[in-house]
């Protein structure tokens, strides 16, 4: 794979020569006749891939892509990284147990001590670890348990566009009414929905410094008015950059006054990490450009080094849980420790974090580059390499902000043109109008400036559509 890589690199994968067409093959057709219908990305993305390595992936027909979806940021290190590959050689040269359940082994012991020699020291010196079943959304749903065994209480307060998974539990803290409406009643009841510091449409129609703040003064106001009609709650839930809502990141002085507000009113703060955790904001969590420390934080994708691996960490205070209270059968796989421990090391000895920074400011400077000439995309926004470009009309009707309404059908035109360049991007946000970049912390300068390249021919080519 490595010839074709460089053989397309050089001869401008980009270029409008290199135009791929899609068909579908036997696999894809296969596919579409034997997975359900609640199946996702190949409908954007209709490739069958046969290998990978670095940010490229390889499809069965021998056309090579540029990844910037990375199993929605799971793949830290990219695809086949040899220290990932190397971690997990070892274990089965080693004959080690595969599954252990919640059983301690060396790997676990490793991963563990990995894990809280990266965290905040202030957080990791008081934080009890829980293993949870193999999806971030299955440690939201832990953290959920947790806060309302340990406060008594059962109301949660999550954000508007936040995503936490598609269990039942977390599906009730999701903003998108898309995946809940045909529900129709939830098993988790009991959230009361905020407004998140948006920036770029904030729900206040102020913006800015005063927008944050007016946002701070309607919570600090919803939790004290004793006539809010909102019952004390078990806990708070956020993102501090929201990622499948559109890659918003959160003010840092909102986070630090969000802080402030829950710890007064003794109410626990949940982060999730999932997918903005483990350098990809330009620090090793997203919380820490705040300053912050949560009382409770949900980890998954990158922590196991590609492989399924999902923890909770929280404060021991909140450590009231009974044995059994969550469990789960594969919450003991060696392999994916091993490969997290390697990756946890890689990351904090090569300094990747502040390598997504630079990328990230690289990128965003390109596509800022972009949007003085195409007022279609109308905010480039994120941190480190969590980036999102939320797509516009601007000859539509106007917000109280003066922002064009959001434009899915030209988003989705950019990716398709995109990809037939050799791009692999998804959608996220409001109408799915936010083009979203999460491609590996190891992408190089020359690799961002050809992913800007090739973003900026597949705008011109979904424009002239």
Known sequence: ???????????????????????????????????????????RIPLALKRARGIHVEDVEGRVFIDCLAGAGTLALGHNHPVVIEAIRQVLDDELPLHTLDL?????????????????????????????????????????????????RSTVLAFSGGYHGMSQGALGLMGNLKAKTPLGALVSQGVQFLPFPYDYRCP???????????????????????????QPPAAVIVEAVQGEGGMIPAANEWLRELRDITAKAGIPLILDEIQSGFGRTGRMFAFEHAGIVPDVLVLSKAIGGSLPLAVMLYHEELDKWQP????????????????????MRYIDGENLAQHAANMGELLMTRLREHQQDHPQLGEVRGRGLMIGVEIIDPSGPTDALGRGPHDGVLASLIQRECLKRGLIIELGGRYGSVVRFLPPLIINREQVEQVARIFGKALLAALAA
């Open 204 to 230: 206040f129609g102020i913006g800015g410094e005063e927008g944050v703040r007016t946002n701070l003064r309607y919570l600090e106001n919803l939790l004290n008015d004793p006539e809010s009609g909102v």
């Open 1 to 43: 794979m490595n010839s074709v890589v460089a053989e397309l690199v050089h001869s401008g994968l980009e270029s409008d020569e290199a135009l791929f067409q899609f068909e579908d093959n036997a696999l894809l057709q296969r596919q579409k006749q034997q997975e359900s219908n609640a199946r996702s990305y190949p409908r």
């Open 324 to 343: 059994g209270a969550h469990a789960g059968t594969f919450r003991g796989n060696q392999m994916a420790m091993a490969a997290g421990s390697a990756v």
């Open 104 to 152: 301690t082994t060396p790997v676990k012991d490793r991963f563990v001590q990995d894990l809280y020699a990266i965290l905040p020291e202030t957080f990791a010196r008081q934080a009890k670890i829980q293993f949870c079943g193999p999806t971030g959304t299955d440690a939201v749903e832990a953290a959920l348990k947790l806060v309302r065994i340990a406060t008594g």
